[in-house]
């Protein structure tokens, strides 16, 4: 079984910052590619940032600068640091993992970010 867990979500004014972390378990973490998502009420679903097996990331356009993704293969950890919070942040953030020769994703239960003065 493969298990993704989220946490550090919480509610910050705009301009502040929030550290999310995510634990995966039941598998070989350092072959995974590993992403954050979000989803906003009533809006699609967005890949926020990816961080791949060689350590390479990207970032969409709307967090480029702001926001970092790092990983620890000891700990079997991937973290989203979000600087300079704005409203539009706001939303269910989830935790991805996939793996190069998988058939299909494995989520979080998702960590709630509200962004708001």
């Known amino acids: 079984q493969v298990l993704v867990e989220e946490s550090g979500g919480g509610l910050v004014q705009p301009g502040g910052s929030l550290r999310l972390s995510c634990t995966t378990s039941?598998?070989?973490?350092?072959?995974?590619?590993m992403s954050w998502y979000r989803q906003a009420p009533r809006k699609q679903r967005e890949v926020v940032a990816t961080i791949d097996r060689d350590g390479s990331t990207n970032y969409t356009l709307s967090v480029k600068g702001r926001f970092t993704i790092s990983r620890d293969n000891t700990k079997r950890s991937v973290y989203l640091q979000m600087n300079s919070l704005k409203p539009e942040d706001t939303a269910v953030y989830y935790c991805?993992?996939?793996?190069?020769?998988?058939?299909?994703?494995?989520w979080g239960q998702g960590t709630q970010v509200t962004v708001s003065s």
């Open positions: 039941g598998s070989i973490f350092s072959v995974a590619i």
């Open positions: 991805n993992q996939r793996f190069r020769y998988g058939t299909r994703d494995w």
